[in-house]
């Protein structure tokens, strides 16, 4: 039987990656399947949560009956959704790779090899760090926790990466995944470390991202006295 140790707790989970386009046919993206979030999102819901999911530019006909689903594409797009969906929500789970720059300008029209010769130049602006916001706006006993995906194999630069990330973005847990070119995006395994805002390790898992998913909620979310 399901434990509903989540009962009516409002969750908020953004997935996905977020597009950036500059022209109207072409975007610069990333890799996020959008997986390890949509299980959250399930999992929560499983277990009793009233959950939201911030779908940047995946597919949701997957998502179980009773999220509400917004889709989103650009990450100012991303930014707008979360932080209203925030202002009703005891917890935000930030899973979506969110971009980091944005094209300084949108062409009009698709650009074309016959105006810009044999190289391209695409200016890029800084986006806005919608973690780091959220973590800075947040209410008393309201819970934000970030993810951090990472191409550093080694265990302990891993650790450090984590530490530095937990302490610039101000979130209370920070999921830290290894990505690397094989495993992370896309696969349907994850091998994660949840750090609290002391940098402390407090959970580790790997599997499937479902049973990743209820061990994220486990330790970061259990009301059980
Ligand atoms: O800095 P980095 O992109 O590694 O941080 C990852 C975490 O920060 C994720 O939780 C992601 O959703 C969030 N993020 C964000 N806004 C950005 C970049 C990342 O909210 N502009």
């Not at 990450?75 to 932080?83: G, S, Y």
Request: proline share 4%; hydrophobic share 45%; charged share 25%.
């Amino acid at each position: 039987a399901a434990r509903l140790d989540l009962d009516g707790l409002r969750v908020v989970v953004t997935a996905g990656g977020t597009r950036e386009p500059f022209d109207p046919v072409r975007f610069m993206g990333n890799r996020s399947s959008g997986k390890q979030g949509m299980a959250i999102a399930a999992a929560a819901a499983a277990r009793g949560a009233n959950v939201t999911l911030i779908a940047a530019n995946i597919g949701t006909e997957a998502v179980p009956d009773g999220i509400a689903v917004e889709p989103v594409g650009t990450t100012l797009e991303l930014e707008k959704a979360v932080t209203d969906a925030a202002r009703e929500a005891d917890v935000v789970i930030m899973a979506a790779a969110v971009a980091d720059y944005r094209p300084a300008q949108v062409q009009q029209g698709k650009i074309k090899k016959e105006h810009t010769g044999d190289r391209l130049t695409v200016e890029f602006v800084v986006n806005p760090d919608i973690l780091a916001e959220l973590s800075a706006a947040r209410r008393e006993g309201q819970l934000v926790i970030g993810f951090a995906a990472e191409t550093e194999s080694d265990p302990a630069t891993l650790l450090e990466l984590g530490r530095s990330k937990i302490a610039r973005k101000g979130c209370d847990f920070l999921v830290v995944n290894n990505v690397g070119w094989n495993h992370g995006f896309a696969a349907d395994d994850n091998d994660v470390i949840v750090l609290n805002t002391s940098g402390d390790i407090v959970m580790e898992a790997s599997g499937t991202k479902l049973s990743v998913a209820d061990r994220i909620l486990d330790a970061t979310l259990s009301r059980v006295p």
